[in-house]
């Protein structure tokens, strides 16, 4: 099975979508036979991402004479209008993965908000994949839409053996997005120090080398993900994956995954008090490495990137006519 994957940005660019792309291709071009043909924009700039949603479209008319795919599988936002207009003239089915609907859940008000939302849930695709079951809220012309969320390799993580650090150590890893919530994370560790002076807040926002990465996760003592708007966050797994217990954001699929007072603890986005209340309680709480092991349990069994390839190659079976 030839399949099209159109994603707007490309690393050096992180984001959930480029890693989940990265780890689906290695799989099901290995287990399941799959050909992945990756086209992506020459840039993150959002004006050149734009223009290039619709230069593709020329580019893989003029590809397809060559390979005949089978499928395409556009990731959001805008890879949706090119994957739709492609499939039409193609004659072949359309994938459509949403992995966050920011503009949705933040009830923005502009142009980009209603272009997000048209593209999101206006545009008729053979099949939607969200990584996120909170975007089912939402109205949509679409009805196939199914929740496949993203995988973390633990074994990555078990290999990597450090020492916690020595002051109580705050995580935060995601990129420079006021939609993060770092800003609210920074105001509640000043009002933690005021009670708290021992206690360092670390703040990795640039692409790391992995196990560098991983580094990070396990010689901190918490993680926190103060989001404002959220998909299915690879960083909450991957901080599972580091036992690590984890204050985020109850938003996305996170109320899902964190059962407050179990595995960590959910906090009201925008909310300086109410996070540096539950960071409190996990420096207090003496017991906070069976927080984390719970976690790591948790995703061990549940959350793997074997498992979203096996659901996202179900979904292709589906709509790829037999020949």
Sequence with gaps: ??????????????????????NLKNIL??????????????????VI???????????????????????IHAHAYWPGIPGKI??????????????GSNLLDLRKKSI???????????????????????????????????VIVNGVNVKKFNKIKVSKAKVFRVLFVGRDDPVK??????????LIKKTYPKIELVVIQKNWKYSSLIQEYKKSHVFVLPSLSEGQPLTLLEAWAAKLPVVVTKVGENPRMVKNGYNGYLVKPGNV???????I??????DRKIFGKRGYNLVKNKYSWEICAQKTYEIYKKVVPES
Excluded at 114 to 127: F, S
Excluded at 129 to 140: A, D, E
Excluded at 273 to 279: F, G, H, M, R, S
Aim: charged residues 25%; aromatic residues 14%; contains cysteine.
């Design 281 to 286: 309680k996990v420096l207090k709480n003496k």
């Design 29 to 46: 071009e290995k287990k399941y036979k799959c050909q992945y043909y990756i086209l992506h924009s020459p840039s993150a700039n959002i």
């Design 49 to 71: 991402r734009f223009l290039w949603s619709f230069w593709v479209i020329f580019q893989v008319i003029l590809l397809d004479k060559k390979q005949k795919f089978d499928l």
């Design 273 to 279: 008090d109410d996070l540096a209340e539950k960071i």
């Design 181 to 190: 919530g770092l800003s609210y994370l920074k105001k509640a560790i000043n």
């Design 1 to 22: 099975m030839k399949i099209l994957i159109l994603i707007d940005a490309w690393f050096p660019f992180i984001g959930g979508a480029q890693i989940q792309i990265k």
């Design 112 to 146: 980009r908000a209603i272009l997000e939302k048209a593209i999101l849930t206006k545009i008729k695709y053979n099949w939607v994949i969200t990584v996120s079951s909170n975007f089912l809220k939402y109205r949509n012309i679409n009805k196939n839409i199914t």
């Design 86 to 99: 492609l499939s039409i003239i193609l004659k072949i089915p359309v994938v459509f993965t949403v992995h």
